[in-house]
């Protein structure tokens, strides 16, 4: 008994069917009759729609026809649905398709099914649900074409080009996909050769800046060790500095202790010359204190004096500037000689002044006299005081005194700024550019550390690389045309011939039959899975191609038989659709091939459908179902 098991299906606006729902028996040879009533026996069965009945089944389960779906929708309208529901392994299956139908898409193609009553299965892509589905059925679309769905008019073996040849027999024995397995190991190839690309980028750019930070590494030490010097020479110089200071300091003070040290001798001198002549030289000194007092008081006299005569010049002189510098009174504004009487007046005033600048400049010459004489008096007695060294002690002693004051407010001033020089200079000195310098060359070093990781690390993933791609390169070669796929063929094509022989046998007494074989064409020597197929024709070509039509109806329908036995696809789906499979051969082929399906079924338990024109296939058929065409669209039932 086969995996999956037809149970009933329901179809909604497929093509010409409006709707239909058929229920299915386990297993028996099918009969698809159609009557077009609506041509009014102009086209019998002709576009009946017992094709597209077929096409609703094979496209829900297997994929195909593999037309666009929307070429189904009735009048392109959608709202298109089939159910499909099975038995897979015992376990119900339900298969929908549909177009802009609410079960599924209101807006394009929907494909879910649901296996023993699971939520369905319906991916993120469609074809990702189509090809989840052809997993669970066991069976590709290109082996579904010439074992589920045989289309009489779509079998063209000799038209096939080779690579999906040699895939339909891969798929026939149940091989995985090799040339998808390459290809997409190729991809895998690309993406390795990508990632060793990139890694080894990767490794030239951290060999690089290896390199790179190196040179960095030892242009930071050499910039460190020029800071540290740097740093060195300021704190040498500092100290330099310092003991220049403390040095001048020792020297000032030893200038004020030794000025300290002749004040005090002078002190004691004038000390004991002021005791030896202390009265006369007090009497001198009141004496002279009086005299400069009184020469004080006269310089002060004299200079008020030379102040008023200068003032009564400046009078007289203004007195006079009427009388030289204009002829007209600046009283009246009258001419002099006009006015008697103010021309006198005039005259009175520069007289009078001229009286008092007199006055002014005698009593000036005798307050100079009385100070020449004071002068001299005071002269007199300092020179006698000099005659007595004290008053030269007392001027050198007052210099003195001022000296010392001096060099102490200098002692003091300098002291202090030294003092604060030398606080300035043990304070530490910046030793930031040398932490900078220290934190740059660390950061440098670590930086190089990760690159010489980085290079390691990159260089192991080269590697690893490089071996995965090795064997990767193995592998691609192996799921190519000289690898296993070429071992699985050659060791195929004995039980491939075999099983063609049988069944040309079979279905035609071997006058036709059906030879594989395998080419090498590599001009390396390889093997290459060339799969070549002969005709056997006693009275025709043994090119296929150049066949005539019912030769090659047979033979390529010999194909199909053979490729069905060999994937005992039987096993896996238990029915089978033939489309007008037997119309270009002769009346006993015929009768041959529908007792050879009907035996099929049977020993098969299948649920074999053929689409046929001919009356006599009712003979051999177990079930007819029948397509009527109306004018309302396409009824699908049991006779």
Not at 110 to 118: N, T
Not at 326 to 345: F, I, V
Not at 557 to 569: G, P
Request: net charge neutral.
């Amino acid at each position: 008994m086969a995996d999956l098991n037809l149970r009933k299906v329901r179809i909604r606006n497929w093509a010409t069917i409006p709707e239909a729902e058929i229920e299915f028996p386990e297993h028996g040879l099918v009969l698809v009759l159609g009557s077009n009533v609506v041509s009014e026996g102009h086209l019998d069965s002709l576009g009946a729609g017992k094709t597209n009945f077929g096409a609703a089944l094979a496209r829900a389960i297997v994929g195909v026809p593999d037309r666009p779906i929307v070429k189904f929708s009735r009048k392109r309208q959608g709202n298109t649905y089939i159910r499909v529901d099975a038995d897979l392994k015992e376990k119900p299956l339900v298969v929908e398709i549909g177009f802009k139908c609410a079960e599924l898409s209101k807006t394009s193609e929907g494909v879910q099914f649901s296996l023993d009553g699971a939520e369905p299965t319906s991916l993120s892509h469609i074809n990702l649900t189509k090809e989840e589905l052809a997993k669970t059925v066991q069976m590709t679309p290109a082996l579904a074409k010439w074992t589920v769905w045989v289309d009489g008019e779509k079998l063209r073996f000799d038209e096939l080009p080779q690579r999906e040849a040699i895939e339909l027999l891969m798929a026939a024995l149940h091989q995985p996909s090799w040339a998808a397995i390459q290809k997409k190991s190729a991809g895998v190839l690309d993406i390795f050769n990508a990632d060793r690309q990139t890694a080894e980028d990767g490794l030239t750019r951290a060999r690089n800046s290896v390199d790179r930070l190196r040179l960095e590494v030892t242009a930071s030490t050499q910039a460190c060790t020029q800071a540290q010097q740097l740093y060195q020479e300021s704190c040498d110089k500092a100290q330099q500095r310092i003991e220049e200071a403390n040095a001048r300091l020792s020297h000032r003070r030893s200038r004020l202790e030794k000025a300290e040290r002749l004040q005090k001798l002078i002190e004691k001198k004038i000390q004991k010359i002021e005791e030896e002549k202390a009265k006369e030289y007090a009497s001198m000194e009141s004496a002279r204190l009086e005299v400069d007092g009184q020469l004080r008081l006269q310089r002060e006299t004299v200079r008020k004096m030379s102040t008023n005569y200068t003032n009564k010049q400046n009078e007289r002189l203004n007195e006079e500037k009427p009388l030289k510098r204009s002829k007209t009174c600046p009283t009246c504004g009258q001419d002099w000689k006009l006015d008697p009487t103010h021309l006198e007046e005039a005259q009175k005033k520069v007289a009078k002044a001229k009286e008092v600048e007199a006055g002014a400049k005698e009593t000036l010459e005798e307050a100079k006299k009385v100070e020449t004489e004071l002068q001299d008096k005071l002269d007199t007695l300092d020179d006698k005081l000099r005659k007595q060294n004290v008053r030269a002690l007392t001027r050198r002693l007052s210099v003195l005194h001022r000296r010392v004051g001096d060099l102490a407010s200098q002692h003091s001033r300098e002291t202090n700024a030294e003092v604060n020089l030398i606080e300035r200079l043990k304070a530490p000195v910046d030793r930031s550019p040398v932490a900078a310098a220290e934190t740059k060359k660390t950061l440098k070093e670590e930086a190089l550390a990760k690159s010489q990781e980085d290079v390691t690390t990159l260089s192991a993933d080269v590697a690893d690389i490089a071996a995965s791609l090795s064997v990767l390169k193995y592998w691609h070669g192996s799921f190519g045309p000289t690898g296993i796929s070429n071992m699985v063929l050659r060791e195929a094509i004995d039980p491939l011939n075999e099983i063609a022989r049988r069944t040309a046998q079979t279905l035609c007494g071997g006058m036709v039959g059906i030879h594989f074989a395998t080419e090498r064409e590599m001009a390396s020597g390889d093997g290459k899975d060339e799969l070549v197929v002969h005709v056997d024709n006693v009275l025709g070509s043994s090119d296929l191609e150049m066949s005539s039509k019912g030769e090659r109806c047979l033979s390529n329908l010999i194909i199909a038989e053979t490729l069905a036995e060999l994937s005992q696809s039987h096993s896996l789906i238990n029915f089978c659709w033939y489309d007008e499979v037997v119309n270009n051969l002769p009346a006993h082929v015929r009768m041959v091939v529908l007792q050879y399906l009907r035996e099929k079924a049977r020993r098969n338990r299948q649920l074999i459908f053929i689409v046929d024109h001919y009356p006599e296939s009712a003979n051999f058929s177990d079930y007819v179902l029948l397509a009527e065409k109306t004018a309302s669209g396409t009824a699908v039932r049991w006779m």
